[in-house]
Antibody, heavy 117, light 108 residues
Framework: QVRLQESGPGLVKPSETLSLTCTVSDDSMDNYYWSWIRQAPGKGLELIGYIYYSGRTKYNPSLEKRITISVDTAKGQFSLRLSSVTAADSAVYYC???????????WGRGTMVTVSS | EIVLTQSPDTLSLSPGERATLSCRASQSVSSNYLAWYQQKPGQAPRLLIYAASSRATDIPDRFSGSGSGTDFTLTISRLEPEDFALYYCQQYNSSPETFGGGTKVEIK
């Protein structure tokens, strides 16, 4: 079974770029789409976007001007970059597998990112 | 985008009781690409149901999903202590894939 682990800074300054990596274990990366989802404190879930192993991406229109998702299959990792962050971007960021037929079926534990000076 | 509205916001029930959670979509969810997730405090969501009615791996059969089109239901037949949590529905038929606002199932 695939396991996912998020990593990256827990604190980012306003206007800077948030960068996170998700490391994939125990499976080949060509079986799923690889996604990022976030959850602001006390709030619901928001899809950020996802990427296929080929590099094809799909971004949430509300964020797409600021996000880049990339994949490195050789390293078994995919990454998120979110630019020009504000306090509203403070959230727990989850990486997850996405299947067009089985939804978001495997999740990482999540990593809290706070945007503050 | 498809907006999902979950009701009620909070469901207060006792262990052993039946829980019925509703998810209504602003437009039809084709192919019944509707999923349900459970989230406990401090944990990641866990997939319970996909394709409206298919249980995910290792999910007990007290959890069942039903519905089609714009109206979907998650039923927990007999609540166990570990079932008191937040539940989200999510559609993955139409981009962007969207989540409902959640229903909290709490102990009465």
């Amino acid at each position: 079974q695939v396991r996912l682990q998020e990593s990256g800074p827990g604190l980012v300054k306003p206007s800077e770029t948030l960068s996170l990596t998700c490391t994939v274990s125990d499976d080949s990366m060509d079986n799923y789409y690889w996604s990022w989802i976030r959850q602001a404190p006390g709030k619901g879930l928001e899809l950020i976007g996802y990427i296929y192993y080929s590099g094809r991406t799909k971004y949430n229109p509300s964020l797409e001007k600021r996000i880049t998702i990339s994949v490195d299959t050789a390293k078994g990792q995919f990454s998120l970059r979110l630019s020009s962050v504000t306090a509203a971007d403070s959230a727990v960021y989850y990486c997850a597998t996405f299947s067009p037929t089985r939804a978001f079926n495997i999740w990482g534990r999540g990593t809290m990112v706070t945007v503050s000076s | 985008e498809i907006v999902l509205t979950q009701s009620p916001d909070t469901l207060s029930l006792s262990p052993g009781e039946r829980a019925t959670l509703s998810c209504r979509a602003s437009q039809s969810v084709s192919s019944n690409y509707l999923a349900w997730y459970q989230q406990k405090p401090g944990q990641a969501p866990r997939l319970l149901i996909y394709a409206a009615s298919s249980r995910a791996t290792d999910i007990p059969d007290r959890f069942s999903g039903s519905g089609s089109g714009t109206d979907f239901t998650l039923t927990i037949s007999r609540l166990e202590p570990e079932d008191f949590a937040l539940y989200y529905c999510q559609q993955y038929n139409s981009s962007p894939e969207t989540f409902g606002g959640g229903t909290k199932v709490e102990i009465k």
